[in-house]
Each structure stands twice: as structure tokens, then as C-alpha cells.
């Protein structure tokens, strides 16, 4: 039987307990939504999440194992007819460090196996990663961690995955240049990364090198020369470069995403011509949380919220929720930055500063976000002022999301083509495919 809540209304119903939990959407359709939660202590999250769901009258069963595996999940049958599915994970490798840890091993291992590949010459099997074989082609690839590493911490998903994504690269870039050498923090890539700082210097960018160009290792042919790089003058020049030396085979940056029973291979950022549909189709707004979406066509939205636990008043930033690029993040300096492109004013950079030196004043502001976005009455704002809700964090997180959708609500009401446009250079920007961004290929 179906709950009297839409599918919307439950993931800013447990906000308050997601504060220092990874929150990734897996999947999403009109009739099914698949959400996983990452976090130490998932024996607690799971009874809190469901205590709050039992405390506001909304019934719920459990994830068959095929999903949630033996410990188990959450799903619950909205008013909407869609299924929301909760699964809960303890972090890889230790926590968010022993996690990103774990990832760059696996982006070490990736160019491994593709050196021992292009070096055979052939797909290759786990059988051909040997201690021999790494030996014979380690002048095929330059990693910033030590095979030891590799073989003694490297989880068995990721060596599956890296035999994927060496045979996909074979497959692709074998016959077109065989001379590939495979980098992973290696001199020539600091000098790239170093050319991007500079670029993004000079032209005063708040962009993220991520955003630029979100390559976890490069293929460089024999035959490339960084000095084609290093003569240009501007950023435009630099990624027209790039591209190029792409398309030629020469130098090519892949984004990596550990993979399962299969590869794909996709280019990015070389047709700028391509059209994205992303249309800016209104907000989200919770009256309790300190989040609030902007949505899009697509069935995308982006999240906005403070992301650095509840005693931290930096880290406001929104990620993408829904479709290929989930995850996707843009935080307030390149947000700004779009702004600017537009000539539209700038959010102010002060929230934190606020916070702490004139509370009252930035809860008056929020409070027209309170009564505009979330139809909330003087009496309820009045009582929710002095509620255990309201923390600096609160203040901190939700006077960037009213401040936010004023740039859609107010300042581009009436210009509804500037306001699209900026709402898809959002998006674009969040998923590493905007103007600023250069050519790369995604391998997952």
C-alpha cells in the first residue's frame, strides 16, 4: 500500500541525519529510485532513517539481497507510485580517505594492465598480469604509487575492472598508435596540470582542475611533444590543444570508473556544437534541511548544501542528482563565475563571516526563503527560529540555497532564456563538459 508522501518529499524528510554521510544516487526512473548511503556506522543510520519514517506514519519493508546484500535496506511505496530504495555501505578501504586511497590505486593499476596489454600486444586475462610482465613493460607506464602497493591493497573489483579497461583501450588505441606510454602523476603530467594553473592564473578563473579536464591518467604517444602545450598563450589556445592532440592520438586523458562486466568508452568535449537538454524547471525547497535543489529537464537536479560536517561553515557546494553525470559537483567561486560570464551579480562570498557576527539578520533573509519556497506561515518561521533545527550550520547552508534561487526566481524571472542558459552552464560546468573544460575520454 502506498504511502500519503510523494517520492520528493523522503529524502528531505532524513536529511538531518545525512549530514556526514556520502549520499549518491545510483539510479532513478519514473517508477524506481535507487539511493546509497556510505558511512561508518550504517547499523545506526539504518535505525534512525527508519525511526523517522515510522514517526511520521510512513510504512516501509525491506531490499531484497540481491540490492542491499545480506545486511539489508530500505524501500519505501510513495503516494506517486515509485519505489524509494535506500541501500547502506560501509566506506571501501577505511573512510573517505581509505577510499580515495584505494581509487588512485585503482588509476595506478589501470595503466599497469594497459601496459601489459599494448606490450603483448593482445587482450589479456588476470593470468597475464604476472610479476614478469609488470617488470618486462614498466617502461610503458610512470605511476605515482609503488606496484608493491598495487598488488598487496588492490581489492579484486578493481583488478577486474582494470582488465576491462585495458582491454577496452587496446581495442580502441592499439592499431591507431601502439606507442602509448600510460601516466598517472608522473613529471609530464605535473607539467600539464602546471600549465592549467597558469592559464587559469591569468585569467583569473574559479575553475577546478577537475572541471577542466577530469583525466585520472593519460596515454601519450611516443611522438608528443609538451612544448605544443606549453607554446600557447591562453586557456581557449590551450584546450584547442588539447583537442587536438586528442584527435591525433598524441596525448589523450581518460576518466576513470571502476567498472563490472563490461566497458564503455565515450569522448567528451570535442563536439561543442552538441545540444544538452537542460532547462532550468523550478526548485526544491525543505523548510527543516539545509539543502534545497535546482531542477532541471533531463530528469536532473543539483543539490546545494554545506558538505563539511555540522560544525563547519565552509563546503557549500551542489552536486548533481540523476542520469550519467550523478556526482558531478560545482561550488559557489565557479558558480560565480558563470554569473559574472552572464553579467548577472554574484551570491556574496560572506555567509560564513555572517553567520557568526549577525545571526538574526541572516535568519530574517532565510525567512523569505521560508515563506516564498516553502509556503511557510510568520507563526511556523517564528517557532522554527528558536527550534533545535536552526544551527550555524543551518544559517550558513540555507542563506546560499535562498540566495541561489533568487538568481532563478527573482533576478531571471522574467528572462527565462538567460535563466535556462544559466541553469544548463550549471549543469555542464558540474559535469565537466562546459566551455572551460577540455577535450577527454570517459572510460567506465
Given at each position: 500500500m502506498?504511502?500519503?508522501?510523494?517520492?520528493?518529499?523522503?529524502?528531505?524528510?532524513?536529511?538531518?541525519?545525512l549530514?556526514?554521510?556520502?549520499?549518491?544516487?545510483?539510479?532513478?526512473?519514473?517508477?524506481?529510485?535507487?539511493?546509497?548511503?556510505?558511512?561508518?556506522?550504517?547499523?545506526?543510520?539504518?535505525?534512525?532513517?527508519?525511526?523517522t519514517?515510522?514517526?511520521?506514519?510512513?510504512?516501509?519493508?525491506?531490499?531484497?539481497k540481491s540490492?542491499a546484500?545480506?545486511?539489508?535496506?530500505?524501500?519505501?511505496?510513495?503516494?506517486?507510485?515509485?519505489?524509494?530504495?535506500f541501500?547502506?555501505?560501509p566506506?571501501?578501504?577505511?573512510?573517505?580517505?581509505?577510499?580515495?586511497?584505494i581509487?588512485?590505486?585503482?588509476?595506478?593499476?589501470?595503466?599497469?594492465?594497459?601496459?601489459?596489454?599494448?606490450?603483448?600486444?593482445?587482450?589479456?586475462?588476470?593470468?597475464d598480469?604476472?610479476?614478469t610482465?609488470?617488470?618486462?613493460y614498466?617502461?610503458?607506464?610512470?605511476?605515482?604509487?609503488?606496484?608493491k602497493?598495487?598488488?598487496?591493497?588492490?581489492?579484486d573489483?578493481w583488478?577486474?575492472?582494470s582488465?576491462?579497461?585495458?582491454?577496452?583501450?587496446?581495442?580502441?588505441?592499439?592499431?591507431?598508435?601502439?606507442?602509448?606510454t600510460?601516466?598517472?602523476?608522473s613529471?609530464?603530467?605535473?607539467?600539464?596540470?602546471?600549465?592549467?594553473?597558469k592559464?587559469?592564473?591569468?585569467?583569473?578563473?574559479?575553475?577546478?582542475i577537475n572541471?577542466?579536464?577530469?583525466?585520472?591518467?593519460?596515454?601519450?604517444?611516443?611522438d608528443?611533444?609538451?612544448?605544443?602545450?606549453?607554446d600557447e598563450?591562453?586557456?581557449?589556445?590551450?584546450?584547442?590543444?588539447?583537442?587536438?592532440?586528442?584527435?591525433?592520438?598524441?596525448?589523450?586523458g581518460?576518466?576513470?570508473k571502476?567498472?563490472?562486466?563490461?566497458?564503455t568508452?565515450?569522448?567528451?568535449?570535442?563536439?561543442?556544437?552538441?545540444k544538452?537538454?537542460?532547462k532550468?524547471?523550478?526548485?526544491?525547497?525543505?523548510?527543516?534541511?539545509?539543502?534545497g535543489?535546482?531542477?532541471?529537464?533531463?530528469?536532473?537536479?543539483?543539490?546545494?548544501r554545506?558538505?563539511?560536517?555540522p560544525?563547519?561553515?565552509?563546503?557549500?557546494?551542489?552536486?548533481?542528482?540523476?542520469?550519467?553525470?550523478?556526482?558531478?559537483?560545482?561550488?559557489?567561486?565557479?558558480f560565480?563565475?558563470?554569473?559574472?560570464?552572464?553579467?548577472?551579480?554574484?551570491?556574496?562570498?560572506?555567509?560564513?563571516?555572517?553567520?557568526?557576527?549577525?545571526?538574526?539578520?541572516v535568519?530574517?533573509?532565510?525567512?523569505?526563503?521560508l515563506?516564498?519556497y516553502?509556503?511557510?506561515?510568520?507563526t511556523?518561521?517564528?517557532?522554527?527560529?528558536?527550534?533545535?533545527t536552526?544551527?550555524?550550520?543551518?544559517?550558513?547552508?540555507?542563506?546560499?540555497?535562498?540566495?541561489?534561487?533568487?538568481?532563478?526566481?527573482?533576478?531571471?524571472?522574467?528572462?527565462?532564456k538567460?535563466?535556462?542558459q544559466?541553469?544548463?552552464?550549471?549543469?555542464?560546468?558540474?559535469?565537466s563538459?562546459?566551455?572551460?573544460?577540455s577535450?577527454?575520454?570517459k572510460?567506465?
Amino acid at each position: 500500500m502506498a504511502n500519503l508522501v510523494t517520492s520528493g518529499e523522503i529524502l528531505p524528510l532524513i536529511q538531518p541525519l545525512l549530514k556526514d554521510v556520502d549520499v549518491e544516487l545510483i539510479s532513478d526512473s519514473p517508477t524506481i529510485s535507487l539511493t546509497r548511503f556510505t558511512t561508518t556506522n550504517r547499523v545506526a543510520l539504518r535505525a534512525a532513517v527508519e525511526k523517522t519514517l515510522s514517526d511520521n506514519n510512513i510504512t516501509f519493508g525491506d531490499l531484497p539481497k540481491s540490492l542491499a546484500g545480506s545486511f539489508g535496506g530500505t524501500e519505501i511505496y510513495t503516494y506517486d507510485m515509485k519505489k524509494v530504495r535506500f541501500q547502506y555501505k560501509p566506506p571501501q578501504g577505511g573512510g573517505a580517505r581509505g577510499g580515495k586511497r584505494i581509487a588512485d590505486l585503482g588509476e595506478c593499476s589501470q595503466c599497469i594492465y594497459a601496459a601489459i596489454s599494448f606490450g603483448l600486444g593482445r587482450e589479456i586475462t588476470m593470468q597475464d598480469v604476472t610479476p614478469t610482465n609488470i617488470s618486462k613493460y614498466a617502461y610503458k607506464y610512470q605511476i605515482d604509487k609503488t606496484v608493491k602497493e598495487i598488488i598487496n591493497e588492490l581489492p579484486d573489483v578493481w583488478m577486474a575492472s582494470s582488465i576491462l579497461g585495458a582491454n577496452k583501450l587496446y581495442s580502441k588505441f592499439f592499431k591507431v598508435n601502439g606507442t602509448f606510454t600510460f601516466h598517472k602523476g608522473s613529471p609530464l603530467v605535473d607539467t600539464i596540470n602546471a600549465l592549467f594553473q597558469k592559464f587559469k592564473k591569468n585569467e583569473g578563473l574559479s575553475l577546478n582542475i577537475n572541471k577542466w579536464n577530469p583525466a585520472d591518467f593519460w596515454l601519450v604517444s611516443e611522438d608528443f611533444d609538451i612544448n605544443v602545450l606549453s607554446d600557447e598563450k591562453t586557456m581557449e589556445g590551450f584546450n584547442q590543444q588539447i583537442q587536438k592532440q586528442l584527435l591525433a592520438n598524441k596525448l589523450i586523458g581518460i576518466s576513470l570508473k571502476q567498472m563490472a562486466g563490461n566497458a564503455t568508452l565515450t569522448i567528451n568535449n570535442v563536439d561543442r556544437t552538441k545540444k544538452f537538454d537542460k532547462k532550468y524547471s523550478g526548485y526544491t525547497f525543505s523548510t527543516k534541511s539545509i539543502d534545497g535543489y535546482i531542477n532541471l529537464t533531463g530528469n536532473s537536479r543539483l543539490q546545494f548544501r554545506a558538505t563539511q560536517g555540522p560544525k563547519s561553515l565552509t563546503g557549500w557546494q551542489g552536486e548533481i542528482q540523476g542520469g550519467l553525470a550523478a556526482g558531478g559537483k560545482i561550488s559557489l567561486g565557479p558558480f560565480n563565475m558563470l554569473l559574472r560570464a552572464h553579467g548577472i551579480k554574484e551570491i556574496p562570498t560572506n555567509a560564513a563571516k555572517r553567520v557568526e557576527n549577525e545571526p538574526d539578520k541572516v535568519f530574517t533573509e532565510i525567512s523569505y526563503g521560508l515563506k516564498n519556497y516553502g509556503n511557510m506561515s510568520n507563526t511556523d518561521i517564528f517557532k522554527l527560529k528558536t527550534s533545535k533545527t536552526v544551527t550555524p550550520q543551518y544559517l550558513y547552508s540555507k542563506l546560499q540555497v535562498v540566495q541561489l534561487i533568487n538568481v532563478f526566481e527573482v533576478t531571471l524571472k522574467q528572462k527565462k532564456k538567460l535563466r535556462n542558459q544559466l541553469a544548463e552552464d550549471m549543469f555542464l560546468y558540474a559535469a565537466s563538459l562546459s566551455k572551460y573544460s577540455s577535450a577527454f575520454y570517459k572510460l567506465f
